[in-house]
């Protein structure tokens, strides 16, 4: 828990607005991308597809758009930053996985490992000075 807190501390001091800039068009980039997966669900499904033999595909369908579009508002907002981009990384491993699995789409390829490299990197830096998480943590 020591660890949590010391990188905490550490992005608390070294934040730059651009960052908060780049984590709030994540969290808009990922909400999109659920609102569009929620209008369009045959193209969800055809996406998942290369997996839908190995079980499970209706659940994936109902968790992907839900999971991009509450943890974008999540992330865009920094609220519970590290524990929504931890609901998105399955689904990017996964982004990553079916490009290999099924019908290469370098385009979704590029996107979804520049996206999880973001997420990654949020992941351990936190969600900055101007967020949820740092207004609720100082009103203590």
């Known amino acids: ?3 949590v807190k010391d990188l905490n501390k550490w992005a608390n001091a070294h934040t730059y607005f651009t960052l908060d800039l780049v984590r709030i068009a994540l969290g808009v980039f990922l909400f999109v991308k659920g609102v569009n997966f929620i209008t369009n669900i045959q193209y969800l499904s055809d996406l998942i597809s290369p997996i839908d033999k190995i079980g499970g595909g209706m659940f994936l369908v109902h968790y992907i758009a839900p999971a991009h ?4 508002i999540m992330i865009a907002f920094g609220l519970l930053t ?9 689904i990017l491993i996964g982004a990553i996985i079916i490009n290999f699995m099924g ?5 979704n390829l ?3 490992i520049f996206i999880l490299a973001i997420c ?4 351990f830096y936190g969600s900055g000075k101007h967020s949820a998480d740092y207004y609720f943590k100082m009103q203590k």
């Open 103 to 107: 019908e290469m789409h370098s385009q």
């Open 69 to 72: 579009m509450i943890g974008g």
């Open 110 to 112: 590029l996107l979804a």
């Open 82 to 90: 590290r524990w929504a981009i931890i609901a998105q990384l399955p």
């Open 1 to 3: 828990m020591n660890t």
């Open 120 to 123: 990654a990197f949020f992941l």
